[in-house]
């Protein structure tokens, strides 16, 4: 499958509006105030792994980065802009304690 038109990306991007595209790909940078949480976060998205996908996610201390594209297209799938909508639910879900 090809990668979405202009106009199709647009439209997705209207679901993920805080991504960026860099290099082909998209990218986020999220802010944790305790390391437990952001890596409670990434927890809770390799729990979407079920569905056969693999973001880049670099994690320090107070921050988690995301980084997504489909290698086999060399740019960005439909998939990724879901992906991107539902990463930001789960960080926007996150918990004011860690778990």
Do not use: C
């Amino acid at each position: 499958m090809p990668p979405p038109t202009q106009e199709e990306a647009a439209g997705y991007r209207v679901q993920a509006p805080d991504w960026r595209l860099l290099d082909g790909a998209k990218r986020a940078g999220l802010s944790f105030s305790e390391f437990p949480r952001g890596l409670a976060f990434v927890e809770r998205a390799a729990a979407l792994e079920s569905q056969v996908y693999y973001p880049e996610i670099t994690l320090g201390w107070g921050y988690a980065t995301i980084s997504m594209h489909t290698k086999k297209i060399k740019g960005l799938h439909e998939n990724d802009y879901v992906m991107a909508a539902k990463l930001d639910r789960i960080a926007a879900a996150r918990p004011t304690s860690p778990d």
